[in-house]
């Protein structure tokens, strides 16, 4: 049996008595005593990984360095998120951090050395960790759902933006750190910014690189939602359990067509919308669905194509 953190939160006057079980937040070496039933597996130093009734969820665990993203954790991360998507188990990934951030972007000091710059420069970085990272989220097949418990610098910001849908903690934060630093948005952002809350404030967000608040965050469209701190793993909990019984096919196919919509004319759209629809009808939770409806009881989903 491995313990839990309960809710341990680093943050001055934020730790927390034990939760009830289900919504432990998991912290490597932080000991509550506090038993949980879920199957914990944890891949490695810097991923935790939980699973427990069609929910995976994946901590990221650097605390004491803000979660922030070592080619360590992008290996542990992309194996959690893979498993994941193959696990016909698992119906909605749930990623968050451990401590007081959600994650500070790049470990500066990982790619800070002097001969860095020659072995593995800030463009090969992105190709070869960042940028499978943001493509893996966003055609994962399952929904992903931010839990951004703290700041998200950087990065760290993009990598939050890129699920499906991300709740944030009203005193976590969200900063493109690029700019204080003389690099350029990456990690999608300058993908996900101005489709998500126009140019105007995009070119804002990416020029001053000043942090901006979660309540702010929702209030542009930012994000999904901002929730109380004490009330952020209840509500993700809850909505991840919601998603682990929807129709995860459809779900699917939703975020393939929301996806193609950025790219595609309307007709093209269309066409896209009506070949979607014809897998989604086919599949035997659109029966059930349709059954569920006309018979007057709540639907079973199984989430499967066929
Ligand atoms: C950190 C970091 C960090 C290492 C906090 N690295 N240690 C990808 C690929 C290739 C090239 C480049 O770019 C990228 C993408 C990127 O993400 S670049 C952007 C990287 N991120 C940033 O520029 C943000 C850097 N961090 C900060 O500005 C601050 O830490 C924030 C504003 C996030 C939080 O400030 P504080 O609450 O005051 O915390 P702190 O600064 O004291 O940090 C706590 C510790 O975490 C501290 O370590 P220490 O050992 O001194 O206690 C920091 O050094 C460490 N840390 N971010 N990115």
């Given at each position: 049996m491995l313990r839990c953190?309960?809710?341990?939160?680093?943050?001055?006057?934020?730790s927390k008595p034990p939760a009830p079980i289900r919504s432990c937040r998991l912290a490597a070496?932080?000991?509550?005593?506090h038993e949980i039933e879920e199957d914990i597996h944890?891949?490695?130093?810097?991923v935790l990984i939980a699973q427990e009734g069609g929910v995976t969820r994946l901590t990221l665990n650097r605390p004491d360095k803000l979660n922030a993203f070592t080619l360590g954790m992008h290996a542990e991360l992309r194996a959690g998120l893979e498993a994941a998507a193959t696990d016909?188990?698992?119906?909605v990934v749930v990623l968050t951090g451990a401590g007081r951030a959600f994650s500070a972007g790049q470990d500066l000091a990982e790619i800070g050395g002097p001969t860095d710059a020659a072995t593995d420069d800030a463009g090969s970085r992105l190709e070869k960790a960042y940028n499978p990272l943001i493509k893996l989220i966003a055609t994962l097949e399952k929904p992903v759902i931010c839990s951004v418990n703290g700041i998200a610098a950087g990065a760290g910001a993009n990598v939050a933006l890129a699920c499906d849908l991300v709740y944030a903690a009203r005193s976590a934060s969200f900063l493109q750190a690029f700019a204080r630093i003389g690099l350029v948005p990456d990690a999608g952002g300058t993908w996900a910014l101005p489709r998500l809350v126009g140019a105007a404030r995009a070119r804002g967000l990416a020029m001053l690189a000043e942090s901006l608040p979660a309540a702010q965050a929702e209030a542009w469209g930012l994000i999904w939602k901002c929730v109380d701190d004490d009330k952020l793993a209840a509500e993700v909990a809850a909505v991840a359990g919601k998603l682990a019984t929807a129709p995860t096919y459809a779900l699917a196919l939703a975020k393939r067509a929301l996806a193609a919509s950025?790219?595609?004319t309307l007709a093209q759209q269309l066409d896209l919308e009506r070949d979607l629809q014809k897998l989604a009808g086919a599949s035997p939770d659109a029966r059930e669905g349709i059954a569920a409806f006309l018979e007057k009881r709540a639907p079973k989903y199984t989430g499967s194509k066929t």
């Open positions: 953190g309960g809710t341990i939160d680093n943050r001055p006057g934020h070496g932080l000991e509550c005593g944890v891949s490695g130093k810097t016909p188990q698992c119906r950025s790219t595609n």
